[in-house]
């Protein structure tokens, strides 16, 4: 059977990259208290494609998803792409796994368990000239309650939804992380809150108010030193507007 | 050439509908002052299929699409249901058009003109037994602020963005029932506020507390005398939860 | 601690719905193999309000939804909605699940396994005149093949992706729609095709072309022994238009 | 009235961005034909913070597209930012606005006039190093057929609909763009094809089958002489595959 993608190509223009995208698995992620939380998996892979011939073998890319990924690992991420690079003969590689990820919180005050989602992604590349390099990224919803509106009001200050996105490179937890994102927030957001609860964030919210920027600056000092290289923006859906308030604060690393 | 649709069909399976959407075409709206507003519509279009052979022509709702609907109207879409209708031997016809629709408002303290989108659209049914129905929808963000946390919490009371929808049969403009719609709410939107108006929608908002289900019965009691059939979806992006509180009230038709 | 919601209501004005949306819990679902699946759930849950106060205690959905909802069943379904009734005083409830849900699928020619994921859902309801109903969806990927494309041309035939969507009351596996639906297809998706897969499908698809209108039909007449009542969406994403092409057909209950 | 925003902030955290985003405004884009399209522009605007202050006055942004953007050209952008700029001592600033632009195209063998959507942006920066930059991008739905299956089949072959999205610097117009694109693709897409259109673009796709690659090696070639950086995205949503197949290729200016 002829192989059409392995001709000979005339044109020479090699590629910066060729893969596939929203291929959905089930996954297994570690979680920080030692067990390992099954959930839905969404994929990118690719490759640089710096060939004179004309096609990459696109199947190739699900066989070292269906070999390598049921459970999610920084070793894992990295034997696909070592696997990945070698069987395409390429000098680049690039995997990227997003999925849902709980997490357990007490309400403030009466204290129930609850579970509530967040969207995690890990990115991993593999190349010649930086190596290998893992990206994780959360996004949080947090509570912001704006400091100027609070300042002008003889009573109440218009708060809202936002957020928190955080991408870094180094070996922090999701958990960890997100506990970060919400100790920079006005409040964190609950599944669920009684009504001690609800009168305990509506206060703690009115006494804590954030703007974007103060959200990303604080957040910005404590992931300072715990990461070499992170970015972090908050998006907050203003409830007096149609629109939303940006904020975005990156620490690059110092050779990159 | 060959007719393939039109060939006779054994299995005798008359469809509900058949029809094409997410067509996108310029398109003017009317408003209420008189002028003619451009914007960009986004089509569904389609009808029953009561025939014994094999299927529909698709490509007659583009015809007629690009025939009769450069500025929409009641008129317009009519006879286009009726061209439709009648050109593929139907005995229902349906079109629908949403578009964003730009509205007006000023500051409310400080008078300055602003420009808002919401999300409108038109749906026209014909058929022999209801003969010709137009629904309209608009969905218009507003703000609410919680009457329990305010009542419960000593300062402050979490707030956030509102999406009502509203659909309508009768002749109403959508300018009018946007206005309704803000005054069902703790305050409407703004794209623009300074100092002063940010003061005062606070202070409004604090002062006029909504539950979802405040809205929708205040709003029910607005739209009751003017619509002999409409329903209102309240949803409300709560600031202290990652979930959605919703409320739903209808007015159905006496005779449907 | 005052109770808002539980203030007399004079606007006397009872609500359709009121409820949460967009609750994101882990749950498991049942396979037809006899395990069981780990997946997240997307909940709406919500009762009517024929009530003479002003609003409804909205944490009480999130207590039942952590009491009962861990593994999804119709008899935990039934439960949380009797429960929910019960609590809230209210004549109706509603609870709905989205989740995605993995099946297993062979390479057609090389037989190699794979997995691929489609999006269903589980909506309950229980009133008090028509009693407990559950209705499941769900919605398969399949590939078309243009009966008409391909007769008026020498050679070469236009194909695409489209969407299946069936929701149908009784008792039938997920499993068993889909393969209902793909059998209804010009041929089933495959998440990985080697080549030989690839020459059987393209060869498959041309000799077995479908408009949308024939995916309803006979997935229709597949379906009619099976349940009492149903609805076929056919979503063609047709590959040389940027519009997609629809067909519906709905089997509805004797008495409703 | 106290200014938050201006206080003192002991904090010394310079941000890269702040600013809005989801702003919807009616706009006009000139069109190569010498007329102005009128369309609904979605804006983000930003700019970075060194400051020593608190945060930014957020209301300045929506000022100055009120005052400025009712038409859209390179040089009310540019005056734009530098108002912006101005107004909040930055010494960079960012706008974006993305629109449905609408493009006129015949049907291929019968010659009839028709318009389909595609979704364009704008992005202009300004900044001291770089001086002013603009990004112009689009997407345009094409049709690809796989040379693979092709030749490993009897008869048929797989297609789809693709949407390619290029990114470039310099004076391209829109149309110019997109026909260079349409020209790299199986075929173009049409909203309309009568029977006899239909025939030819079936044919002519099966004899001008492109891989995702062989589109961005193709669109590269025709860009490199016009364009001195610009970046090709290309996806296809693959109809034998629940999953898309994607290839880059970027070519970047000699010094950034």
Redesign the interface.
Known sequence: ?????SER?P?N?P????????????ITVRTKEGGK????GTF?I?VD?PHSF???H??RF??VL?QHLEEISQTRLRVTLEDIKERLKATKAMIEVAF?F?IKKSTPVTKL?????VDASFKAELNSTRGYVVTSTVTV?V?S?C???????????????VDVTVSWQGDLWIEDVIALVESSAS?P????????D??Y???K??LNPK????I???L??KLDPLSPCFRIKV?S??????????????KRAEVS
């Open positions: 059977m002829r192989d059409v993608q190509d044109r223009v590629l910066d990259y060729v893969g596939i995208e929203n291929v959905r698995l089930p939380q099954p959930t839905v990118s690719g494609f004309r096609g990459t696109m199947s699900m066989e269906y849902p709980a368990e609850t579970v509530m989602y919803p509570h309650l400091p100027c509106s609070r300042d002008i009001s003889e009573f109440g200050a218009h708060n809202q939804r409040q957001l609950y599944p669920l809150l009684k009504r001690p609800e009168k964030v509506t206060e919210a009115y703007f974007v920027e103060d990303a600056k604080d910005f000092l998006v859906y203003e409830s007096i507007h149609p629109h939303n308030a940006v904020a975005i604060k990156e």
